[in-house]
């Protein structure tokens, strides 16, 4: 395999991972109530969602969300190999290890719910299940806070300075935004970095940035 196709197929990885998450997200969202409740959904919603089984799009989506997290994985592993590795990229693919963890532990939960429905579970064990849901969803938007972090550093020092740049002010909002509103400007900040992972993904591909000599002095 040469050097090229090695970085295509893992910028793929990033690609996929993408797509896969928000389209599974979406899809289980659009075919199922329990998806999509929170922890200021009332009792009514949690009732409502529970009242009837969930569709067949909503497993659909949940498979797709949880292969997304083995993709994500590959892209971390290629992403801090391609910019230089190092302690940084020790750090980068500790948290990226820590947030695909967080989030098989927030779909498993979600998945619970999304099998009791229809099946006589009660509203305040629902409601037990989206708390913990919501809790390891929200650890894991600080983790990956971390890996971008990271990896941003690494960016930077590769002369990747809009990887770079971009990740760390995605990290300050989210560590800025998160404790002012999570269901709200929180959960936009997890739009972003996943636009992020496109970017580099394609950006890495391409040529190597040019870096600037300096001539030595005599």
Same mark, same amino acid.
């Given at each position: 395999m040469t050097a090229r196709l090695h970085d295509r197929l893992?910028?793929? =990885?990033?690609?996929?991972?993408?797509?896969?998450?928000? *389209?599974?997200?979406? !899809?289980?969202m659009g075919t199922g109530k329990t998806h999509g409740l929170t &922890? #200021? #959904? +009332?009792? #009514?919603? !949690?009732a409502t969602a529970l009242a009837r089984p969930v569709g067949t799009? +909503?497993?659909? /989506? $949940?498979?797709?969300?949880?292969?997304?997290?083995?993709?994500?994985?590959?892209?971390?592993?290629?992403? +801090?190999?391609?910019?230089?590795? /190092? &302690?940084l990229g020790s750090v980068a693919r500790l948290t990226a @290890? @820590?947030?695909? *963890?967080? +989030?098989?532990v927030s779909l498993g939960i979600g998945d619970a719910i999304s099998y009791g429905a229809g099946r006589g579970m009660a509203v305040p064990v629902a409601r037990g299940? &989206?708390? @913990?849901?919501?809790?390891a969803y929200v650890c894991s938007w600080f983790v990956i806070a971390g890996f971008l972090a $990271?990896?941003?550093?690494? $960016?930077?020092? $590769? /002369? %990747? %300075?809009?990887?770079g740049r971009s990740a760390l002010a995605i990290v300050a909002l989210t560590l800025v935004l998160t404790p002012l509103s999570v269901d709200n400007l929180g959960q936009f900040t997890q739009l972003l970095w996943p636009i992020w992972v496109v =970017? &580099? #993904?394609?950006g890495l591909v391409r040529r190597e940035p040019r870096r600037v000599v300096t001539p030595a002095v005599a």
């Open positions: 893992f910028a793929a =990885c990033g690609i996929l991972f993408v797509v896969l998450e928000l *389209g599974g997200a979406f !899809i289980a &922890v #200021s #959904s +009332t009792t #009514s919603d !949690i799009g +909503t497993w659909v /989506g $949940a498979y797709m969300e949880i292969v997304s997290v083995f993709f994500f994985l590959a892209f971390a592993v290629w992403v +801090t190999e391609k910019l230089g590795a /190092g &302690v @290890a @820590a947030y695909a *963890g967080a +989030t098989i299940l &989206v708390i @913990a849901n919501e809790a $990271a990896v941003g550093l690494l $960016a930077l020092q $590769a /002369g %990747r %300075r809009f990887a =970017c &580099v #993904s394609i």
